[in-house]
């Protein structure tokens, strides 16, 4: 029959996607979130990293604060993940109020239907802040350019591609009505060489801190 090799062909191609991303942008993405988050964390705290992947990220926040614990929740959980991960449903975190210093999303929001659910989830375990890297929508084919790096980054790892995008203002709006409150929000973080960076970084990008209000 005809059709076996049309089938493989797309695995073929995503899987090819998929390693070539992972030489060329996951370790300076890994580097550079991680460079920005590491001076907003206290030492000596506790870190959940909710939607963590295999945790290198995390491990490597932890490997430059001190004493910092860390944990990652995730829906399809790893044998080989980096850190202790607990797998989720995605919406309901399993721990109770103020259960963590810092409750941490890393480009987990645009991958939910309604990134208010689990961003208040977040709020409610976290006793210090919610730390949050996300997409924004701030300049002219925003929303086409962040769905083509979403499909490079993720499609080859069967993750749900929503494309679910907010402008800033929408991310503000939201941050105030569950009460969150930014104590430090960075657009400029370095996750592409020059000039690569125009493209797909310029407008599309933040890190935020944001104080919970959690007794």
Known sequence: MSNGPDQQQPSRILRTVGNAHGRLVHTRRV??????????VRPHAALLDIGCGDGTLAARIAAQVEGLSV?????????????????????????????????????????????????REAARVARVAVILKDHRMERP????????????????????????YWPEKRWRETWKQLGLHPQHFATQLGL?????????EKG????????????
Do not use: C
């Open 71 to 119: 944990t990652g929740l995730e829906i399809m959980t790893r044998p080989d993940s980096a850190i202790p991960v607990t797998s989720f449903d995605g919406e309901h975190i399993p721990l109770d109020d103020n259960a963590v210093d810092y409750a941490m999303m890393i480009d987990v929001l645009h991958h939910t239907d309604d990134p208010t659910i689990l961003l």
């Open 204 to 215: 599309l990008h933040f890190i935020a801190l944001l104080q919970t209000t959690n007794p």
């Open 31 to 40: 580097q550079a979130i991680a460079q920005a988050v590491t001076p907003l």
């Open 141 to 164: 084919l925003a929303r086409l350019t962040l769905r083509f790096m979403d499909w490079v980054g993720n499609k080859p790892h069967g993750v749900t591609l929503p494309y679910n």
């Open 192 to 200: 592409y060489p020059r000039p690569a960076n125009w493209i797909f």
